[in-house]
DNA sequence: TTGTACGCGTTATCAC
DNA sequence: GTGATAACGCGTACAA
């Protein structure tokens, strides 16, 4: 590896003034600048960025962490995240939580072990001990604290503007796939679908299902038909489990939108695709990601900041599961 | 931040000492092992881990570069390098490539920086001095150099299949969709799909494509269709192309299987929720990430590495859009 | 069995 | 303008 003192040796300058023309600080006169440079090209340098860190106390590497990349709304995120970051020179340190605090608590140390200088984190847990005690910026993503700095959509915005939609469609026997229990969001679309079905005063059921995971999809909506065969209006904890409803609503020959309307939630990008293509809640994820990593950034190089909390709208994206309204 | 000598000073040792008791290095007195144990856990402490990078040369941080992490072939392959990191306790830095090489280049350089110890990477240019001057051990994942090692699946076998699986269950006028030019995986299963064609004397027709993304796989399909309105098969260049195969499809009123199979590449999660659900050649991506991390964690604490060309099989899964063999 | 001192590659301070 | 040099936190000879 070639290092500072090399480059200074082959310059025949101190590590001193590469240091200064690497960093454009202090002064250092034209013509051994130019040697510097020479010699950089030459060697082909750059600069040890763990040494840099080391001595700065912090690098350029900020630390993502998501629940599961493998469930298509986080991969969103997680590009716009990167997008922006990479636009200012930082880099990721990526981790998987599977949504479980010890999992999170691991990487969240491992980050700042690596002087992480920042933190953007989607979690269950932001009001933990892990997260009071870190000393670096960090944003919440899709998830809220109190007065944390966050970006998220509306979930329970989102809920209701769900509801409101699909019975203004016509359903009549709602039944609301309850997303999992620990995960924040899933619940605040939950209880604002619910808050407008109450209101409204229809009748409504509900199925409690325990992950988004691909693999146990098929088995809520095999279950909600079975539980509830007449149900004439569907609203999902998300796009893989509407996904789901849809495909299983074809395998008993309900027409749909005719015989029951489906509303999923994100609009994945494979939503558009599917046959009939999903209405959906649509949350802006690769915006969210953008959002987020651009708050982190303010935190990082600016020492006041207006907006700490950045709320996006959710929208309904009408598609081919709902019916048109008259 | 606590450090080594604050653990030292409270423990009333040497940072030796402590250095020792953390490493598991050199002998050490079992009462002042306890009284370092102590004050690490008093203080919560844990090493700086860029001050050991620096030192020995070299992290516990590993490369991982995908060309999108949006296109859900690869948050499969990233879960699976991650499990198996993880488990070693290896972290991963993480950047999209676009399958640019420039982008690419720059991330590697950024790897280097950081003295990560390996690189996964799921590139388009193997070859490049990038990688060739890449003093430390590299997998190449989803794609293949020479004698480098890599992890992959047979694009041209999977291609082969897909072809000879459409053939036997009744197709005729067969159009592939074939991949982006640049993408070599893309153009292995392309090839292997038109040496059946060919040995077989069907024919066939071609639809260049040019990229894998969501927004523009409808445009292909819709070209597909224009173009080729009565063709019988298609085989298409990944799963999200024939999603939108099958939607068109749809739209234009052909029946699937019956009027039109469709055979896709990879299969995603979604493929098994679509309906009819998606018949298509899976790509063991899981698999094939963890595979590159327990090869690139051999590279990296063995000397002896027998096999560093892993090829993992594929197969045709067979679903609702190809019709049952008679 | 334990402690001292040096070096990893860089930046910043302070002379010159 | 430029060059020594201390310091960042850690691991390891080497000495004790």
């Known amino acids: 590896m070639t290092t500072i003192k090399d480059i200074a040796r082959i310059a025949g300058v101190s590590v001193a003034t590469v240091s ?33 860190s080391l001595y700065k106390r912090k690098s350029k590497l900020i630390g993502l962490l998501l629940p599961d990349i493998t469930n298509p709304f986080f991969p969103q995120l997680a590009r716009g995240v990167e997008d922006r970051l990479q636009e200012h020179g930082y880099r990721l340190i990526f981790g998987n939580s599977d949504e479980n605090e010890d999992k999170e608590l691991d990487y969240i140390r491992t980050f700042v072990q690596n002087n992480v200088i920042g933190v953007i984190s989607s979690t269950n847990f932001p009001d933990s001990d892990t997260y009071l005690n870190l000393k670096i910026p960090i944003v919440f993503l899709d998830r809220t604290s109190n007065e944390s700095p966050s970006v998220y959509a509306d979930g329970r915005e989102g809920g209701r503007i769900a ?35 109450e209101e409204l005063g229809m009748t409504y059921h509900v199925i409690q299902t325990s992950s988004f995971s691909y693999a146990e999809a098929g088995q809520w909506a095999k279950i909600l038909f079975e539980q509830h065969i007449d149900t004439d209006g569907v609203i999902a904890s998300n796009d893989i489990v509407a996904t789901a409803v849809l495909q299983e609503a074809h395998r008993l020959g309900k027409a749909v939108p005719q015989d029951v309307q489906i509303i999923g939630y994100d609009d994945t990008p494979l939503s558009s695709l599917l046959s009939p293509s999903l209405s959906t809640i649509r949350q802006p994820a690769y915006d969210m990601g953008r959002e987020a990593a651009g708050l982190l950034i303010k935190l990082i190089e600016q020492n006041k900041v207006e907006n700490t909390i950045i709320q996006l709208p959710v929208s309904f994206v009408e598609r081919e599961t709902t019916r048109t309204m008259n």
Request: hydrophobic share 35%.
């Open 20 to 52: 200064r023309v690497i960093n454009e600080s202090g002064y250092v006169n034209t013509d051994t600048r130019k040697k510097v440079e020479e010699a950089i090209k030459l060697m082909n340098y750059s600069p040890n960025e763990v040494a840099r």
């Open 163 to 197: 509801a409101q939609e699909i019975i203004s469609r016509g359903s009549k026997q709602i039944t609301i796939l309850q997303g999992p229990a620990h995960i924040k969001p899933a619940q605040d679309r939950f209880q604002g679908a619910v808050e407008v079905l």
